[in-house]
């Protein structure tokens, strides 16, 4: 099987459990949504949920991940399976008790964190006081999804892609099930949520053990602690770390802003940024976790033709689903918060507040989708250090247009900076890679994006079309929102599958694979 027949294969695999994993995200927002609206109740728990998850990022798939995979994959096809899994163990053992050692201290030290990461809150004592408390139940939970984070590496290595990739399904299930049956008891429902956020990590940890025993490997073998290859892994981790915390530091940096502005802007945020993962996820990274083993692989073969091919097919093959994507959301915006969200405490005007979040966040959808692909391929080649060096340039540039535009645009101003400064990302990760590899294909990329723009433009049309006409006759209406979001998602998709039948897009084959790939696995 050629590389990109992989990629597409692990690709259809990984949507279809992100898929499902985003409908159930979904869910679990909706929920929150109606219990507990964008009051102040909403911001605490989701500046508290962001400290965990900003630390999951950081220090496990936003660099353990990505700096083990490359490793891994060298032992594995000069060294034998073995030795690689010696390294994974030693990997394992080390990593469970550095986070046991990082969840006592997140407990310990809450309160000054949240003072640095919310300090909006500090002149509201009892939303604080909540913040900390939330912070507290919720930090072991890094405990529980770092360790899923490696076993994610190891799984996708050796070709096994479902088990990770639904894994945040059961976050979303345990949330849910916790609001509806722990909350109602509680005397602060929102404690029902953290409590949720650490049973599904639980559950997320339990979900991978049967999978890596079936591939083979075995946590309690003798052998050392320590492996030679730690080293390496750490060295290639260490810059990583610091372009993960970079990328992190632009999301607690518009939390921060946020804070500084009025009631429920740190909610519409969270909610305008879930609607903006959802594509994000199902496609984007899910692309990205399939193309990273793959690189891997030829870049420890050299064979750099190879990688060149496997990633402008990435990259093409994302620009294709991503820019339909970002123009149907961008259209779409306020119907689908509608539908979505609005109900409950989550009111009219939360509604048009996220949509204009939604809004900016959208526009950059494309950039935040390439900076995906292009970050696996420097990893692939164990450079982690170019990655850092441009996500320092994207942070300057948020940070100073976060400042310039959260006063004459509030929220809606801190996440056009975030979108603004990812394209600078991708702009200068794509120059760096060009550099690195020399010819990268990009007469092709550009004359994919070219014609994948002009299909997104006749899509955009009709749904547009159909929105001067079930506009004025849905209003507060919920089954008319659905039809009418349904029909103009089924509508714009027939369209746009025509347009690049039409203009002969190379791509439109691929996205086929990926969906028999994915009905394949589904009835296999």
């Not at 009631?263 to 609607?275: C, F, I, N, T």
Request: charged share 10%.
């Amino acid at each position: 099987m050629s590389e990109t027949a992989k990629i597409t294969k692990a690709a259809g695999v990984v949507s279809v459990a992100t898929l499902l994993s985003r409908i159930l995200g979904l869910v679990r927002d909706i929920v929150i949504a109606a219990f507990f609206g964008a009051g102040p109740a909403a911001d605490a728990f989701f500046v508290a949920f962001r400290i965990p998850n900003l630390l999951r990022r950081l220090f496990a798939e936003g660099s353990l991940t990505i700096s083990f995979i490359p490793v891994f994959a060298e032992y594995l096809l000069k060294r034998g399976r073995d030795e690689a899994f010696a390294l994974a163990r030693s990997s394992w053992w080390i990593l469970t008790m550095t986070l046991a050692v990082v969840s006592v201290l997140g407990v310990l030290l809450s309160p000054l964190i949240v003072k640095i990461i919310a300090p909006g809150f500090i002149s509201s004592p009892d939303k604080f006081e909540l913040t900390v408390l939330l912070t507290r139940i919720m930090f072991p939970y890094i405990f529980f999804i770092g360790l899923v984070a490696l076993a994610m590496g190891i799984l996708n290595t050796l070709g096994h892609f479902a088990a990770p990739a639904c894994s945040p399904a059961l976050l979303s299930v345990a949330m849910v099930s916790s609001v509806l049956l722990i909350s109602p008891h509680l005397e602060k429902p929102v404690l029902g949520l953290a409590f949720g956020v650490i049973i599904g990590g639980g559950l997320q940890l339990t979900l991978q053990i049967p999978f890596m025993i079936r591939k083979g490997f075995r946590l309690f073998v003798r052998g050392p602690l320590y492996h030679a290859a730690i080293k390496r892994i750490a060295l290639l981790m260490t810059p990583a770390v610091f372009g993960a915390a970079v990328y992190q530091i632009n999301i607690v940096v518009g939390t921060l802003l946020a804070t500084l502005l009025p009631e429920g802007s740190v909610s519409y945020l969270y909610y305008a940024d879930r609607m903006v993962q959802f594509p994000l996820g199902v496609f984007a990274i899910a692309l990205a976790t399939a193309v990273l083993p793959s690189l891997s692989k030829q870049a420890a073969m050299n064979d750099m033709e190879g990688l060149r091919s496997s990633f402008s097919y990435a990259l093409r093959l994302v620009f294709f689903i991503t820019i339909p994507a970002m123009t149907g959301l961008i259209i779409l915006r306020e119907p689908i918060i509608s539908l979505l969200f609005q109900r409950g405490a989550f009111d009219a005007t939360s509604s048009r507040l996220t949509a204009e979040a939604v809004l900016y966040y959208a526009v950059g959808l494309w950039a935040f989708s390439g900076v995906r692909i292009v970050v696996s391929a420097f990893y692939s080649l164990q450079d982690t250090k170019t990655p850092v060096k441009t996500a320092v340039v994207a942070l300057l540039t948020n940070i100073l247009l976060s400042i310039l535009l959260m006063g004459p645009m509030r929220h809606g101003g801190l996440a056009l900076a975030t979108s603004i400064a990812s394209a600078v990302n991708l702009t200068l990760l794509i120059l760096a890679l060009r550099r690195r590899l020399g010819r990268i294909g990009a007469k092709g990329i550009l004359e994919s994006v070219l014609r994948s723009a002009v299909c997104a433009v006749a899509m955009g049309a009709i749904i547009v079309l159909i929105g001067f006409w079930a506009g004025p006759k849905c209003s507060g209406s919920s089954w008319c929102l659905l039809v009418w979001v349904l029909g103009s998602v089924g509508a714009g998709t027939i369209l746009y599958g025509g347009c690049a039948y039409l203009l002969r897009c190379q791509e439109l084959s691929a996205v086929f694979d990926i969906v028999k790939t994915s009905l394949y696995k589904k009835h296999a």
